[in-house]
């Protein structure tokens, strides 16, 4: 199925058509997590979206705190953004070496910055490839270009925010990952976290939202995989995972299906399952 809505998700044939224009800005998001082996920066190099530049979602983080790639301060945002030439103006198209992953977790951030000038490639670079699209090695001339951002409270949430809303059921709570992960079943990635979920939680993995060639299910389905969840879409929604990256899927995934009273746990599994004082519900 083949969209196109600036502010969520456009296809590989939109911007092929678009590749070139002076106000298109493609970003190449790229992340994995240690266990798949794979250096995004050097994938870049090697092959990436003509005119794309990289997006480090680690160095485009708050490095004051110690939870991985957290949102940056809005000052350090702007003075990235300004570095890759993304300011004022720009249609923003960005994408990811997996398919849809780790593309949602900055077009969150943006969102969050207040810049909604920004949508996904359904289906990424893999899909972008398998048509026969043209790649590049080399890497854009970039001109500074100002931007205006101003964070928007409303889209995150910190861990007081979150176990309150847990302990009173005050919002629906997703979890993205895989279902061992939130049963309690299998072993975190990272050392030191304790397994299982966050109590009144339910389970969406990432991964049921999307086809098998990794672009976004139709709305008509996303809406209906939530509510076999137990997700009552009339509610607010706070969006979960291992380290709010793919959160931004399910985000990404409730925007797309006319939900707007959504917002993200930026610390995650990783904040919550390292605090001994915080309760975890298994099964």
Request: aromatic fraction near 8%; charge should be negative; proline fraction near 6%.
């Amino acid at each position: 199925m083949s969209r196109t809505d600036l502010k969520t998700l456009v296809s590989t044939d939109w911007l092929a058509d678009q590749i070139g224009e002076p106000d298109l800005r493609v970003l190449d998001a790229s992340w994995y997590l240690p266990a798949q082996n794979r250096d995004p920066k050097a994938e870049y190099a090697e092959s990436h979206i003509p005119g794309a530049r990289f997006f480090d979602i680690d160095a485009v983080s708050d490095s004051n705190s110690d939870l991985p790639h957290m949102a940056p301060p809005v000052e350090k945002f702007m003075s990235r953004m300004r570095a890759l030439g993304v300011g004022d103006g720009h249609r923003v198209v960005v994408y990811d070496g997996a398919g849809l992953f780790s593309a949602a977790r900055v077009w969150w951030l943006f969102r969050h910055m207040g810049q909604d000038n920004i949508a996904v490639l359904d289906g990424g670079l893999p899909k972008w490839i398998a048509e026969g699209r043209p790649t590049e090695s080399t890497a854009p001339v970039i001109r500074d270009r100002h931007m205006t951002a101003t964070r928007n409270p409303a889209l995150v949430k910190d861990v007081t925010q979150v176990a309150l809303a847990s302990k009173l059921n005050q919002a629906e709570i997703i979890d993205a990952r895989a279902a061992e992960r939130f049963r309690g079943d299998a072993p975190e990635p990272r050392q030191g976290l304790r397994a299982g979920h966050i109590p009144n939680s339910k389970n969406v993995p990432f991964t049921t939202l999307l086809n098998e060639d990794k672009t976004m299910k139709s709305p008509l389905e996303l809406a209906s995989i939530f509510e076999a969840a137990g997700v009552d879409l009339d509610r607010p929604i706070i969006t979960s995972c291992g380290s709010g990256v793919t959160a931004a899927v399910l985000s990404l995934a409730l925007e797309i299906i006319g939900h707007r009273d959504h917002a993200l746990y930026d610390g995650s599994w990783t904040e919550w399952g390292s605090y001994d004082d915080l309760k975890v519900e298994q099964g």
